[in-house]
Structures are given as C-alpha cells and as structure tokens.
C-alpha cells in the first residue's frame, strides 16, 4: 500500500492530467446518452409476456395507444367537427401512427334509405353544417352503445381520438447491397428522430426501433400547435410514461442541485474548508461522468432504474473521499512533516479499508445481475458497480494527487478546536454510552429489530401508476378525466388464433366477451364479433351472430378491407383480437384481473383453439413481480457473498458476522418502516435496499479495520474502539449527515416515488450510522469483555 | 445540311409533342382503355399480406362501356356467389347469398378497399380518369407520357395527386402512382402484362402495392372476350339474384 502511495504521489502530475482527459474523453459522449422509457422493453426479448405483446403489436398495427380528448361546448357543431377532421388527418399523416380512431372515420354500419352503409360514422367530405341534420347526426350517434360513453360522452361535449403508434419492424433488406448503403436507403426512409436504426449482420435484417413515447411527445406538440379553441386532453400509458420521465428528470437537475448546495453545506461545516468540500462531490462528480460516458459509448440507454445511478453513487462513493480526506487531516493533525509524506502516511492507512469497502460495495450491486430477471436491474447492477469502483479509484489517486498541490490547510489552533469540536465531543459520549450501556444497547437494537420485522407483515406490493402524481397534477387529472367519461384509456387483450371466420370461433370470443364484461375494472370490449352483430342487425336478423357459417363470410365480404378490420384480425384472418378497456392502474387489481381471466380461459383449453391473454396488466403484473421476487433474491445473496468477503478481509469469520449485523439492521429497519408507514414496495424504493447494503457493510469495514490498525500499533482494545468511534465515527457520521440532508430535498418532488424515496435513503443512512456507532461498538467491546 | 435535317425533324417531333397538351393525352388514354363496348373476363386476383402470405380469389365479371358492370365471385368457397352490381350514377348493389337478399350499398364507401384487395372501390370503378381527374402537367420521358393528376373539386377522394406512366405508342398507362394529402405516394399499379386483344389494348396482368401496410394485390385476367353484344338486361338488380 505504501509503495502505490509513494507512486501517487510521485507521478501526481500524470494522475491529475489522465483525470482531466479522460473526464473530458467521457464527458464528450454523455449528450449521445439516450433515455428509454418504454417499460416494455425492460423485460428480456424473450419473456413470454413480452413477446405476446410485441406479437399483439406487430398482428395489429401497434400496442402502444395515445388517447386524446377532445372538449368543447358541443361536439356536434361545424365548428368542432372541423376540428375533430383537422385532428383526425393531421394524426393520420403523422409519421410514426399507423392508425387513428375519432368519430369522424370510425366505421358504421347502419341502412338507411334501404340503402346499406358500412362507412365512416361522418363523411369527412360532407360535415353536416345544418342545425337539422346536426341534431339528427347527435341524435343518432348517441342512440348507440358502442358509441355513447366509448366515443362520445354522454352529454355530447367531449369525444375521444385514439392513435396506434407504429410498432418497432423487422425488415429484410437486399443483402447484395451494402450495409451501409442500405442504412443510408433507410435512412432516407424514417429520417425522423424517433427511429433508430440497427443492423445485425448476423441475420441480415435491419431492426427499426421506434421510441414510441417521443412519437406521442411530438403528437402532443403538433397538435397543440394548431391552436384549436376546445380543451385538448392528452391521456394514455404513452403520456403518463413521458410525464413520469420528464418530471424525473426536471426534479433530478432542480432538486440535484439543492441537494448537492446542502451536501457541500453540511460538508464544510464539517471539514471548515473548502477544498475539504469540493473533493469528495468532485471525486464523486468524476466518477458519474465516467460511469455516464461510457454508458454511452457502448450504446445502453437509461431506464427508470439506471437513472437512480447517479443519485446512489452520490451516496456511496462520496464516502471513499470522505474517508481518505479524513485520514490526511487526521495525520497532518498528529504529525508535523511535509504535505507529501502526511499523503503516504494516510494512505498506505485508508487504502485499504476503502477498497475493501468499494469491493463489498461492489458485490452487493454486481449481485443485482444475477439475481435479476430484468435486463434493466441487471445494467443497474453493473454500472453502479462500475461507478464504485471509479469512486474508489478517484478517492486514492486523483483526490491524493490534488490535495498534494493544494493541501488542506489547518492552524494549531483549529487542531485543538477540532478536538473539542460538537461532533468529538458526540462522538466520544457515543463511544462511553455504547460501552457503559453495551446489554442495554444491544437488548434496544434488539428490540428494534424485531419490531421492524414484524412490520414487514404489512409491506405492501400495490402499486398504484396514479398514485406516483400528486393530486391536481395535469396527468392524473386528464386519467381520471378519460376513466370517468370514456372508461379508461389502457388495454387488456385476448389474442385467438385458429381460423377467426368460423363461427364456432365467434361464438367462443363472444362468450369470453361476455365473461370480460362482468370483471368491475372493465369498462367495454370490442372485437370483430360486435361489427358481425351489428351487420347481422342491419342485415334483419337481430343483434346476434348469424346462425349459419354461410351468413357469417357473406358478411365477412364486406368487412374485409375496412381500416377497423386491421386492428381486430389479422394475418389472413387466423388471429383476432378481444380488447377490454380497463379503468385501473392498481398494480393488485390488474394481478387479480389477470389471474381471473387466466383461470376462466383455463376451461376452453380444450376447444383446439388456441389464445392468450396480453396487454398493460399482464405486462404490468409480470415486471412487478420479477422486480421485486428478483431484488429480495439478490439481497439475500449479496448479504451471504458480503459475509464471506468481510470475513476474509478481516481474517475472522465472529467479525465478518459482526460486520453484517449494521446491514441487517438497516434492512430490518428499511422493510419494516415501509410497512408501518405504508410505502409499497415499487420501482425506486426497492433500490433502497441496494443502497443500505453499500453503505451498511463499508461503515462497518471502517470501523473495524480501523479497531485492528489501532490495535496493531499498539494501543489497547479498549482505546483501539475510543479512536476508531472519535476518527473513522467522524467521516462517517459526516457522510451520514450530508447525504440525509441532500437527500431529504426529494421530500419537495413532484413524483411520490421519488420523495419516498429520498425519504427511505434518509432512514437508511440514519440507522447504517447509527447501528455501526452504537450496536456494533457495543457488540465489539462485548467481545473485549467477553476475551478478557 | 445532313445535320440541318436532323435539327428539322427533331424540331419537328418537339413540336408534334408540345401540340399534344396534358388534357389530351388524358382523354386518349381513357379512350384507349374504355374503347371495348363489352367485355367478360375472369379474374384471378392474389392478395398477398406483408409477411407475403397469399389468398386467392376468383370472379367473373361482364361490363358494358364504362358503367354498368357486374362482379360475381367463383371462389374461395366462402365467398361463392357474392355478387356487386355497379350502375350508373354512384348505384351499387351488393348480393349476399346465404341471407338470399340483395342490398343497395352506399356509394360513400369508395375509398375503402375492396374485398380485401389493395385496390379500393375508387380504384375498381370503371368511371373514366378525366371525370375524376385534371390534367394538369405532361412530360415526355423516352417512349413514355408522364402524366400528373389533380382530383376534381367535386370528386371525394383520398388521393391528391396521380402520376401515370403511359405508352407514346398505346396510350395505356404502365404505371400508377397515388400521392395522399401529406404528398407522399402510397400505393402504387403497375401493369404488368399488356396486350393487344382484338382490337383493343388490355392489361391482362397487374399488381397494386400499398406501400404504407406493405401488402399487394396481383390481378390476372385468365380469360377475355370482348364485344359479344351484352345487353342491359345483364345489368339489373333481378340478374344479380337470379344467380
């Protein structure tokens, strides 16, 4: 350790100059970094449920539906049916949508003069203009079911426009061209921002990825452009998703920043310099645009989880500076020789404990990738990993190499003012309170414990999509807007395959239909069954499919071709499609409604046809459960791997037992406050755990190494654990302090996901330091007891 | 001198274009394509999907001049006996077997395709271009008119430009191409076979593509008889049924 200290330090100057390059070699790719919201892409390519959905998506056109509401005083007036046809065909040509659904083309099959329509609802080209065929056109129009509360609100002042975004292809190109002259073709072909282009030369296809959100974003701005005078609503999983990513990242760069001014705060109070300040977000900031740069380089994008890297580093990986300032200051204090020799000194002390404390740190996260079914939890794991391990390496090079032309600077004077310092001052009444009460300690931890874990009883899985918005937030107001008025605006399917036009086939659709329709969170179904029905109606037999095969391809005849027909069968008709509105985002309602309609399905698995249920709540049901089965797998291990390892690095399996002891009480304490104070387990509190590890296990490491080191230079047991509380209890209740009150800032986010949040990291943090400086110092000096 | 004669009659062939203006060639192409009084035919017509899965049907047809025509299907089983009457003045009467009953069927529905083909009820109308259309540009291009298309105010359509490819030699076009409002073109006919039958030119073989759903429609004309003396009473709603 000594001789990579003395090595720092002499090449300094090629340390500080190959920071600076290769910050800036990465800095150069982060603007490359793109954002990927769309959930579905999460799951592996090759989860059943998720590829039953880009089946659903590549059969009918797309998956993924934007629902825009239109409101005005009247719908049925010149005015607003002109606007719904400006909306309907600026839609329609839009690159990216496949198709539109407004009043305006929807199809209707009616007779009228004994004249048999099946035509759009409203010809475009003939808009009724007089008040008498208006009222008569309302009339009609809401005198139908599959109209009046679908379509049209009842009270004819608002209707509702769905858009199918294009779905992601896969085409085969001319493989006697180049590769790149058949990127520069398509190119040409899908020149608009939301494609991306990818060509695998193993299978000589070209894959035209379409990011579906940013087609909704643009939808949204254009239409929002064509200065309508009615109320335009802007709702679907499309939106929420894009809202849900916007606001994320307004609050990290806003709410960043008041964090990291508190964060310096709390840091100079502590370190009462600035250079003390600057170093570890600094070290920290190095280490994240590394981590981000390179990101880019090799192509991944952010997720929803990845972009929690940034703000984890933060409070993982300032420590390492922290630390190793700590340790310098700490030697120049006790010792008056040169900045150069005070820098060896101190880190042929912190190198180590720092880097076992990254490789555990490190272990936790990498543990994440293989307890992980989601792709994305899997880059997590790597990257925040990989992030440690830079932090690590910046706090032992870069950070040395700085404070060895700028060292921190101390007077005599603050030497002994540091020494009856508030915090020295804490942390020694800590130290005698841990010992002198060490039973009492232990018993209370104890007792805490227990008490958390009997909480995890009430840890909830629900997971509410609405409940991440404040109440009046635009989003939520416009969902509950669409769920009211026109029943909802996400989709659960049932896919059959076999030969559709059979009217067997029909029949059984039908009945699932039906079935469908007593579920409480299913607003409406629809499938090629209700337009049968409709044109037996027209046809003169009632409302009811035809009683003959013949009838049904007769009518057959005249569907085949309509655009509606495209998004309710496809391929040849040997697949159709049931579609039920749903009006829930409730992550435990969706898993029952899911596992209702699987048992029902279960009956007619005999009937040789064959059919699966797909849509946002399977698939909302599947991400859920794999996040969270995935996560309490790959804590469990990472806590046994980490064992292990402290055990090893302390030559000592009692104290690799004792290390743990500080992260098993902070999870104790994580799950089990979630479950009194009732925050559902989701996406971003479950990183929470992740995080307590990190922190959990390296203050443990440094107080313990520290508890040897002193040992081994001579000092008793006893004072061994006096200095290791007053000079390691110092960095880390330092880093204690500056992270829970950087991270509490997300208490004033917009999201409720992200103020829990901040609010869990707070808790573990607080109970990390707190659970190492007293129930391990009282474990530890139990030992002594105990060895004496 | 030899090279003044060439500048001539190169002078000459220039003009000899320029005289032919847009609205001409217009209406020597629908003359060209319109000129049988009569005709019957059989049609095969392959529909294939975009994963290129195919279908077949088949029909015969008898048409007189350009407005009054009957559809009747052959095959597939299924759609056996189906019958459409195409009359004049937008009328269209559709026979569906298995309820034994004739419909009159709006005439409104011309822009959707027609029995599941690429082509759409628009585009199966045997109603002359220049009715629908205006010519409103002509170049020449080697051995071929290059013909552009304005709909006419009054005729309701999804199209907003058409740009035909037709023979000097023939006038009938070789090509098709459709533009939508957002002027890009989506589909696309090319006839692919043209003959000579008797008297008149006839594309026996075509195919419409639509390029946005990436499907196609093969049309082949399996038999053609031409000017057998159809009479009108052919093309009447108790015809339609009787069958």
């Not at chain 1, 925040?384 to 032992?396: P, Q």
Request: glycine content about 4%; aromatic content about 12%.
């Amino acid at each position: 350790m000594k001789k990579l200290a003395e090595w720092i330090v002499r090449f300094r100057n090629v340390v500080l100059l190959a920071t600076l390059v290769i910050t800036l070699f990465f800095a150069w790719f982060i603007p490359r970094l793109k954002v990927n919201p769309d959930v579905i892409s999460y799951l592996p390519k090759d989860d059943e449920v998720a590829m039953r959905f880009d089946s659903i998506g590549s059969s009918y056109q797309g998956n993924t539906i934007a629902v825009i509401g239109y409101q005005s005083d009247n719908i049925f007036t010149e005015k607003s049916l002109n606007e719904i046809k400006a909306i309907t065909d600026t839609l329609r040509y839009f690159p990216g949508v496949s198709s539109v659904n407004s009043i305006i083309n929807v199809i209707d099959i009616r007779q009228e003069d004994s004249v048999l329509q099946v035509v759009p609802l409203i010809d475009e080209f003939n808009i009724p203009t007089t008040t008498e065929r208006l009222d008569s056109l309302k009339n009609y129009v809401l005198s139908k079911d599959i109209y009046k509360g679908m379509l049209i609100s009842e009270d004819a002042r608002s209707t509702i426009i769905t858009v199918r975004i294009q779905p992601d292809l896969k085409i085969k190109p001319d493989t006697t061209i180049s590769k790149d002259s058949i990127l520069a073709f398509y190119q040409k072909q899908f020149p608009e921002p939301f494609y991306q282009l990818k060509y695998d030369s193993k299978t000589d296809t070209l894959d035209v990825l379409v990011n579906k959100t940013n087609i909704a974003s643009a939808l949204r701005n254009k239409l929002l452009s064509l200065n309508l005078q009615s109320n335009l609503y802007f709702g679907g999983l499309p939106y929420i998703i894009s809202d849900i990513g916007s606001i994320i990242s307004h609050d990290i760069i806003i709410l960043g920043i008041i964090a990291f001014i508190i964060i310096l705060v709390v840091l100079y109070v502590s370190f009462k310099s600035w250079r003390g300040v600057l170093m570890p977000v600094l070290a920290v900031g190095i280490a994240i645009v590394w981590v981000l740069g390179l990101m880019a380089l090799l192509g991944f994008e952010i997720t929803m989880i990845t972009n929690a890297t940034p703000v984890v580093l933060l409070a993982t990986g300032s420590a390492y500076t922290i630390h190793v300032i700590n340790r310098i200051m700490e030697v120049s204090f006790s010792e008056n020789t040169d900045v150069k020799n005070v820098i060896i000194k101190a880190l042929s002390y912190v190198a180590l404990p720092v880097f076992f404390a990254a490789v555990t740190t490190m272990i936790g996260f990498v543990s994440f990738v293989f307890g992980s079914y989601l792709v994305m939890i899997a880059h997590f794991g790597i990257f925040t990993a990989l992030g440690v391990l830079l932090s690590f390496i910046i706090s032992i090079t870069f950070v040395p190499a700085f404070l060895s032309y700028f060292p921190i600077k101390h007077k005599a004077a603050k030497v002994e003012k540091r020494k009856n310092s508030p915090l020295n001052v804490f942390l020694t009444k800590v130290f005698e309170f841990g010992v002198n009460y060490k039973k009492s300690m232990v018993v209370f931890w104890t007792i805490v414990i227990l008490f958390m874990i009997s909480g995890i009883n009430y840890l909830e899985r629900r997971v509410d999509l609405m409940d991440y918005f404040k109440e009046n937030y635009p989003v939520k107001k416009t969902e509950y807007f669409l769920r009211q008025t026109f029943g909802g605006t996400s989709y659960l399917y049932i896919n059959f395959k076999g030969d559709i036009q059979q009217l067997n086939t029909l029949q059984l659709m039908d009945t699932v239909q039906q079935f469908l329709k007593t579920i409480p969170s299913v607003t409406h179904t629809l499938s090629v069954v209700d337009i049968i029905k409709e044109m037996n109606h027209v046809m003169g037999e009632g409302k009811h499919l035809p009683n003959t095969q013949e009838k049904v391809y007769n009518l057959w005849f005249l569907l085949e071709g309509q655009e509606v027909m495209s998004q309710l069968v496809a391929n040849g008709n040997t697949e159709g499609l049931v579609q039920a509105t749903i009006n829930t985002s409730d992550s435990k309602v969706m898993s029952e409604m899911v596992n209702r309609v699987e048992n029902f399905m279960l009956q007619y698995q005999k009937s040789g046809l064959r059919f699966y249920q797909s849509g946002f709540p399977s698939i909302y049901k599947r991400l859920d459960e794999s996040l969270i089965s995935s996560q309490f797998y790959s804590l469990l291990m990472a806590i046994i791997l980490v064992y292990f390892i402290v055990s090893f690095i302390l030559r000592s399996l009692r104290n690799g037992l004792l290390a743990i002891v500080p992260i098993i009480a902070t999870v104790a304490v994580l799950f089990g406050t979630m479950g009194w104070v009732h925050i559902p387990l989701d996406v971003a509190t479950v990183l929470v755990a992740s995080v307590s590890m990190g922190i959990g296990i390296d203050y443990a490491i440094h107080l313990i190494n520290h508890v040897t080191y002193e040992m081994r230079s001579g000092l008793s047991y006893s004072e061994s654990i006096r200095n290791a509380v007053t000079i390691s209890g110092r960095a880390i209740l330092i880093n204690v302090l500056s992270v829970t009150l950087g991270f509490l800032v997300m208490l004033f986010s917009d999201l409720v996901p992200l103020q829990r949040f901040g609010f869990l990291i707070a808790v573990t943090m607080i109970t990390s330091g707190l659970s190492t400086l007293t129930l391990l110092v009282a474990l530890l000096s139990i030992k002594n007891h105990k060895s004496k | 001198m030899k090279a003044l004669v060439v500048l001539f009659l190169v002078n000459l062939t220039a003009l000899f274009a320029f005289g032919q203006n847009a609205t001409e060639v217009l209406k020597k192409m629908d003359e060209t394509i319109y000129a049988p009084k009569d005709q019957t035919i059989s049609i095969k017509m392959t529909i294939y999907d975009k994963n290129g899965k195919s279908s077949v049907r088949e029909a015969n047809t008898l048409q007189k001049g350009y407005d009054k025509r009957i559809f009747r299907f052959t095959s597939p089983a299924s759609q056996a006996g189906i019958g459409i009457l195409s009359l004049p003045n937008d009328v269209m009467y559709l026979y569906m077997p298995a309820y034994e009953k004739e419909r009159r069927i709006a005439s409104s529905a011309k822009n959707q395709n027609f029995a599941g083909s690429d082509f759409s009820y628009d585009d199966m109308e045997s109603k002359s271009y220049a009715e629908k259309y205006d010519a409103i540009s002509l170049k020449n291009e080697g051995n071929d008119y290059i013909l552009e298309l304005k709909p006419k105010p009054t005729h309701q359509t999804d199209y907003t430009k058409l740009i035909i490819t037709l023979g000097k030699d023939n006038y009938y076009p070789k090509k098709v191409q459709y533009f939508d409002k957002s002027n890009k073109q989506i589909k696309e006919l090319n006839n692919q076979k043209i003959e000579k039958k008797g008297n008149y030119w006839v594309a026996t073989l075509f195919e419409m593509k639509d390029l946005r759903k990436g499907t196609r429609t093969v049309m082949e004309f399996t038999s053609v008889k031409y000017d057998s003396g159809l009479s009108d009473d052919e093309f009447t709603v108790r015809k339609l049924v009787q069958k």
